[in-house]
């Protein structure tokens, strides 16, 4: 007896095997979005919220933390925590510049110690940024 296909029976339809596709790949996205940030660690990756003109930070055995220029960080630019401040009246944190190609002034060299305000700063990067302007420019051919 052959293998005759029943003409009543279908195969899934293949929107739906996508719609199924694209929660699976959104779903770690939304929960990273919808997550509450902690307190400031040494050693946590943020991010500059906008353009800032921050302080430089230098240690010298004469003077601790003398302040030398000031310098401008690129909107998102990555910074390191190094060292947050235990007082609530100083809000300040000190960090470590990661991810500024353009080593020229007036923005902040790699590596460089900047003093930031903890409202200059946000611990997640926009994570539906990306998206919506891959989105704007496929969309806007």
């Known amino acids: 007896m052959s293998a005759i296909p029943d003409p009543n029976q279908t195969e899934p339809p293949l929107w739906s095997i996508g719609i199924v596709v694209a929660i699976i790949l959104t779903a770690p996205l939304v929960l990273y979005s919808l997550a509450p940030t902690g307190p400031l660690r040494e050693g946590d990756t943020v991010f500059s919220a906008g353009q800032q003109r921050v302080?430089?930070?230098t240690t010298t055995a004469?003077?601790?933390?003398?302040v030398v220029d000031t310098c401008l960080l690129d909107p998102d630019s990555p910074l390191i925590v190094i060292h947050t401040s235990n007082t609530d009246d100083d809000l300040?944190?000190?960090a470590e510049v990661q991810g500024n190609?353009?080593?020229?002034?007036?923005f902040c060299p790699v590596h460089a110690e900047v003093r930031v305000e903890s409202h200059q700063l946000f611990q997640k990067p926009?994570?539906?940024?990306?998206?919506?302007?891959?989105?704007?420019?496929?969309?806007n051919r």
């Open 55 to 57: 302080r430089i930070e």
């Open 101 to 106: 190609p353009v080593n020229e002034w007036p």
């Open 62 to 66: 004469d003077k601790q933390n003398e």
């Open 126 to 139: 926009a994570a539906f940024d990306g998206v919506r302007e891959l989105l704007a420019r496929i969309f």
């Open 92 to 94: 300040s944190i000190i």
